[in-house]
């Protein structure tokens, strides 16, 4: 399985979908707590639902079990924690949720995966941190 990442902000909607394009993904897994609000435009929760298999002929799922702590989330949105406390934190979250082992289960049969998550140029996402731990997982 090839796993990539996908910010749902800073982007336009032919390079968002250019991307998924170039990738081949057959999988887009939105690990966003919120993704329905009008912040997320063009890649709110519907809408994907719609465009993924319509321009990609691939499978859009959304599942929180990959989402971020709602209160880790924002602390580090709002400065009261770096960048790697909020990484640390993440990496406990997922280890106590046994969320690396149920991603497998659910999702071992797809071959290319986009994470999508919420990077900007000014803050990074939970996704590079989930792929990390994604990829140490199958090389072991």
Avoid at 77 to 106: K, P, S, T
Avoid at 121 to 135: A, D, I, N, P
Wanted: negative net charge; proline residues 2%; aromatic residues 12%.
């Amino acid at each position: 399985m090839n796993i990539y990442t996908n910010s749902a902000y800073e982007t336009t909607a032919e390079e968002f979908f250019d991307k998924l394009t170039a990738e081949k993904v057959d999988l887009l897994l939105d690990t966003r707590l919120k993704n329905t609000n009008q912040l997320a435009g063009f890649t709110k929760k519907n809408d994907l639902e719609y465009f993924v298999p319509k321009l990609l002929h691939a499978d859009y799922v959304h599942d929180k079990l990959f989402s971020p702590a709602p209160t880790i989330l924002e602390r580090y949105l709002h400065g009261n924690i770096g960048w790697d406390a909020y990484a640390d934190a993440y990496r406990e979250d997922m280890r106590e949720r046994d969320a690396v082992g149920q991603f497998f289960e659910r999702y071992g049969e797809y071959h290319q995966v986009c994470l999508l998550g919420t990077a900007t140029r000014k803050r990074r996402s939970h996704v590079e941190v989930l792929k990390e731990l994604l990829e140490q997982f199958q090389k072991a």
